[in-house]
Nanobody
Framework: QVQLVESGGGLVQAGGSLRLSCAASGSVFGIGAMRWYRQAPGKQRELVATITTSGSTNYPDSVEGRFTISRDNAKNTGYLQMNSLKPEDTAVYSC???????????????WGQGTQVTVSS
């Protein structure tokens, strides 16, 4: 069984920083693209960062220049460094990854359970 486990959420003051981690555990042969999403109460889920297997990244304007996504393929782990946090960044952050459990096996998309990030003003 494969799991994505996030960590690193919490409460921070505006202007502060947090680093989220997303670790894949279980039978993992390879990981493709990794993504971070967030969802605030009463709002639609928003894609905030994407990183491909080659390391290419993409961000929406709302977090560009403040958030940085990265990955450590040897550890099957992705990260989201969040700087200059604003109260409007408050949300549950979830990671998402395309991975396969064995060589030549099918690719599937997996989700973590989410971690709360709260930014106080």
């Amino acid at each position: 069984q494969v799991q994505l486990v996030e960590s690193g959420g919490g409460l921070v003051q505006a202007g502060g920083s947090l680093r989220l981690s997303c670790a894949a555990s279980g039978s993992v042969f390879g990981i493709g693209a990794m993504r971070w999403y967030r969802q605030a109460p009463g709002k639609q889920r928003e894609l905030v960062a994407t990183i491909t297997t080659s390391g290419s990244t993409n961000y929406p304007d709302s977090v560009e220049g403040r958030f940085t996504i990265s990955r450590d393929n040897a550890k099957n782990t992705g990260y989201l460094q969040m700087n200059s946090l604003k109260p409007e960044d408050t949300a549950v952050y979830s990671c998402n990854a395309d991975l396969r459990r064995r060589a030549w096996g099918p690719w599937g998309t997996y989700w973590g359970q989410g971690t709360q990030v709260t930014v106080s003003s």
